[in-house]
T-cell receptor
């Protein structure tokens, strides 16, 4: 079945450093979504990318969708302590996986002040 | 606008018992999804309900079941609880199966 892999699993940075997490799908995706889960919280939808090669920005966050629509990345510029949490990518399935979002295992970001 | 609401927040059960978890989606959302998040693990898809019907289910045993009511709220039932069922159970709703999900705060189920 469809697999969505994320690297790295953990990332420790000093406040002010940049951070990037990468997401790869075993199948071509119609769209890719990104979520953030704060410690002790629930996942919160950040963004959805639909077009091949699409790049979207939200303040210090930059999201990219690969040309082949099988990979994506999230880059945070000048991290802050408020960026702490787990970042998940997720892709919709097709065939027998229709209607279900498959999540990557997430990247846990720790920001040291 | 109220978000996705889940109840109870915490639930403690004994092995072998049954647990019932409830979810109310955002008004206007007809799709409800259930995910299991065990400690240190990612989100594992359990069930998808839309318009009162089960549309898809993940790789979980039949003792995980649920339903969706006419008002689109949903409940998840877990029978014959096992220690490994201890996890955060998240409910989400969306306008369409391809759009972003809004998650509830979850039910923390502990099986002892």
């Amino acid at each position: 079945g469809q697999q969505v892999m994320q690297i790295p699993q953990y990332q420790h940075v000093q406040e002010g450093e940049d951070f990037t997490t990468y997401c790869n799908s075993s199948t071509t995706l119609s769209n890719i979504q990104w979520y953030k889960q704060r410690p002790g919280g629930h996942p919160v939808f950040l963004i959805q990318l639909v077009k091949s090669g699409e790049v979207k920005k939200q303040k210090r966050l930059t999201f990219q969708f690969g040309e082949a629509k099988k990979n994506s990345s999230l880059h945070i510029t000048a991290t802050q302590t408020t960026d702490v949490g787990t970042y998940f990518c997720a892709g919709p399935g097709g065939g027998t996986s229709y209607g279900k979002l498959t999540f990557g295992q997430g990247t846990i970001l720790t920001v040291h002040p | 606008e109220a978000g996705v609401t889940q109840s109870p927040t915490h639930l403690i059960k004994t092995r072998g018992q049954q647990a019932t978890l409830r979810c109310s989606p955002i008004s206007g959302h007809t799709s409800v999804y259930w995910y299991q998040q065990a400690l240190g693990l990612g989100l594992q898809f359990l069930l998808w309900y839309d318009e009162g019907e089960e549309r898809n289910r993940g790789n979980f045993p039949p003792r995980f079941s649920g339903r969706q009511f006419p008002n689109y709220s949903s409940e998840l039932n877990v029978n014959a609880l096992e220690l490994e069922d201890s996890a955060l159970y998240l409910c989400a709703s969306s306008l369409a199966s391809w759009s972003g999900y809004t998650f509830g705060s979850g039910t923390r189920l502990t099986v002892v």
